[in-house]
């Protein structure tokens, strides 16, 4: 008999035999649900590659991505520079994850991610944005001594059972009860953190500086007025950067935008990751980890068993590297800045448009109550099916029609939230702002393609119920 040799896996032969079932092996295989919500709104496409702020499909046609991954796509697909090192670091063939040595790819991470925090000390890795905001709980509650975590409404935080304690969306949170002993108070409210520190029960408030969700700032003066009243009564304040920090709202940290605020502890993940290998940071002051790490025989008593991988640091210094050299801070703000310049012109152009708002690249476009009859009349009937099926009427044909990728920025939210890959520029933005000026010109018409999506989405929303 003739011997073949070893089989091996050919990767490329995989997915040339069986890519095309991608579909129906999720739908077997996984969230059954997906497909079907991917279907349901014709967004069932089939990508084939990527490169930057951009996908092409099988038969060659481009798309904008205006989502980077939920933010985690920070410098955009395989940027050369991330991809060489985690070449780099496979070749170099490290004795990764003995765990009973010291590597020099995390000390040089932390020594890197902390330069834009000169105020903080130490830093912890794990694998996800929801492990470093549960990284950050159990420090403050360990370090302090409290039990009660506070945030704020209609916050995201993560999924895991920590982080969803402090998740100020119920959708999320519904059915998964008992979690952490928390209390949510109002983005902004200096009076309900003041009363809710009052009971000295409190560890730490966890706050978005930009709440993913709907797109909302943290008012001016509260970050710092929070930090100042949380020392007085011995609390932390964390701020979770995971979808805010390295540069997308125009600083390296959205927390700098306020002079003077200075988090006990904050939380990065996403775009550290450079998109290819999963990771997260809690960067923290030496006091807190002294407590933590207060022996000998608590040296493990936080750790994760990938935390700190040579892949996932070197893509994390490769990053941080590229964001040094090509001024990824400084685009983002000007780049963010004429997209939401151009948006906000169209405010008082389309009655549909409410707001626009955001810092750097992560800007919210809120839609509202029109005052005619004609459409009025229309924006009854969706909201009266669920709220939220106008920004869905939106994003669909920005993709369908234009090809480009946005998403509903929350649950029963009209607001669309634009997250690209930092590194777009003034022609992606022109592309945007043409598709979504054409959208918002079929919206206002009454009549076309549109609002037949909108009927589907009705009675979709309906049978759900």
Same mark, same amino acid.
């Given at each position: 008999?003739?011997?073949?040799?070893?089989?091996?896996?050919?990767?490329?032969?995989?997915?040339?035999?069986?890519?095309?079932?991608?579909?129906?092996?999720?739908?077997? %295989?996984?969230?059954?649900?997906?497909?079907?919500?991917?279907?349901?709104?014709?967004?069932?496409?089939?990508?084939? @590659?990527?490169?930057?702020?951009?996908?092409?499909?099988?038969?060659?046609?481009?798309? &904008?991505?205006?989502?980077?991954?939920?933010?985690?796509?920070?410098?955009?697909?395989?940027?050369?520079?991330?991809?060489?090192?985690?070449?780099?670091?496979?070749?170099?063939?490290?004795?990764?994850?003995?765990?009973?040595?010291?590597?020099?790819?995390?000390?040089?991470?932390?020594?890197?991610?902390?330069?834009?925090?000169?105020? &903080?000390?130490?830093?912890?890795?794990?694998?996800?944005?929801?492990?470093?905001?549960?990284?950050?709980?159990?420090?403050?509650?360990?370090?302090?001594?409290?039990?009660?975590?506070?945030?704020?409404?209609?916050?995201? %935080?993560?999924?895991?059972?920590?982080?969803?304690?402090?998740?100020?969306?119920?959708?999320? @949170?519904?059915?998964?009860?008992?979690?952490?002993?928390?209390?949510?108070?109002?983005?902004?409210?200096?009076?309900?953190?003041?009363?809710?520190?009052?009971?000295?029960?409190?560890?730490?408030?966890?706050?978005?500086?930009?709440?993913?969700?709907?797109?909302?700032?943290?008012?001016?003066?509260?970050?710092?007025?929070?930090?100042?009243?949380?020392?007085? %009564?011995?609390?932390?304040?964390?701020?979770?950067?995971?979808?805010?920090?390295?540069?997308?709202?125009?600083?390296?940290?959205?927390?700098?935008?306020?002079?003077?605020?200075?988090?006990?502890?904050?939380?990065?993940?996403?775009?550290?990751?450079?998109?290819?290998?999963?990771?997260?940071?809690?960067?923290?002051?030496?006091?807190?980890?002294?407590?933590?790490?207060?022996?000998?025989?608590?040296?493990?008593?936080?750790?994760?068993?990938?935390?700190?991988?040579?892949?996932?640091?070197?893509?994390?210094?490769?990053?941080?590297?590229?964001?040094?050299?090509?001024?990824?801070?400084?685009?983002?703000?000007?780049?963010?800045?004429? &997209?939401?310049?151009?948006?906000?012109?169209?405010?008082? @152009?389309?009655?549909?448009? %409410?707001?626009?708002?955001? @810092?750097?690249?992560?800007?919210?476009?809120?839609?509202?109550?029109?005052?005619?009859?004609?459409?009025?009349?229309?924006?009854?009937?969706?909201?009266?099916?669920?709220?939220?099926?106008?920004?869905?009427?939106?994003?669909?044909?920005?993709?369908?029609?234009?090809?480009?990728?946005?998403?509903?920025?929350?649950?029963?939210?009209?607001?669309?939230?634009?997250?690209?890959?930092?590194?777009?520029?003034?022609?992606?933005?022109?592309?945007?702002?043409?598709?979504?000026?054409?959208?918002?010109?079929?919206?206002?018409?009454?009549?076309?393609?549109?609002?037949?999506?909108?009927?589907?989405?009705?009675?979709?929303?309906?049978?759900?119920?």
């Amino acid at each position: 008999m003739k011997d073949d040799g070893p089989k091996g896996f050919d990767l490329a032969r995989l997915l040339a035999e069986r890519g095309a079932e991608r579909y129906e092996l999720h739908t077997k %295989h996984l969230n059954h649900q997906l497909p079907r919500m991917l279907r349901t709104i014709g967004f069932d496409k089939v990508y084939e @590659r990527a490169e930057g702020a951009h996908f092409w499909d099988a038969d060659g046609n481009d798309y &904008l991505d205006m989502l980077a991954g939920f933010g985690v796509m920070g410098l955009g697909r395989h940027h050369p520079v991330v991809r060489k090192a985690l070449h780099d670091v496979l070749d170099a063939s490290l004795a990764d994850l003995t765990r009973f040595d010291c590597q020099p790819l995390p000390g040089l991470l932390a020594e890197k991610l902390l330069a834009h925090s000169p105020h &903080l000390d130490r830093v912890f890795f794990g694998n996800s944005g929801t492990e470093a905001v549960e990284t950050a709980l159990k420090f403050a509650r360990y370090a302090t001594g409290r039990p009660r975590i506070l945030y704020c409404a209609h916050a995201f %935080h993560g999924l895991t059972t920590g982080s969803l304690s402090v998740n100020g969306e119920d959708g999320f @949170r519904d059915g998964f009860a008992p979690l952490l002993p928390d209390t949510a108070i109002a983005l902004g409210d200096l009076d309900a953190l003041r009363r809710e520190l009052k009971r000295g029960d409190v560890a730490a408030l966890v706050v978005e500086p930009i709440q993913g969700k709907g797109v909302h700032a943290a008012p001016p003066g509260f970050l710092r007025d929070a930090q100042e009243l949380l020392h007085k %009564h011995k609390a932390l304040l964390i701020a979770d950067e995971v979808q805010t920090g390295l540069g997308r709202t125009g600083d390296f940290y959205a927390y700098q935008h306020e002079k003077g605020v200075e988090p006990d502890l904050v939380c990065v993940a996403k775009a550290l990751s450079g998109g290819y290998v999963p990771v997260g940071a809690t960067l923290g002051k030496d006091w807190i980890f002294r407590r933590v790490y207060s022996s000998m025989d608590r040296v493990l008593v936080h750790s994760a068993s990938f935390g700190s991988n040579a892949q996932a640091m070197a893509a994390g210094l490769a990053v941080l590297a590229v964001m040094e050299d090509e001024a990824t801070v400084d685009r983002a703000r000007r780049t963010g800045e004429l &997209l939401r310049d151009r948006l906000t012109a169209l405010v008082d @152009r389309y009655e549909l448009m %409410h707001e626009v708002r955001g @810092r750097g690249l992560m800007i919210g476009i809120e839609f509202g109550r029109p005052s005619s009859l004609k459409l009025r009349s229309r924006w009854t009937m969706l909201q009266a099916a669920r709220k939220g099926l106008f920004a869905q009427m939106v994003v669909v044909p920005l993709l369908q029609k234009h090809r480009i990728l946005t998403q509903v920025s929350g649950d029963h939210l009209e607001v669309i939230k634009l997250i690209p890959p930092l590194v777009i520029d003034e022609s992606d933005v022109d592309r945007f702002v043409t598709a979504f000026t054409a959208v918002m010109d079929d919206a206002h018409s009454g009549g076309g393609l549109m609002w037949d999506f909108g009927r589907t989405l009705v009675k979709q929303a309906v049978a759900n119920r």
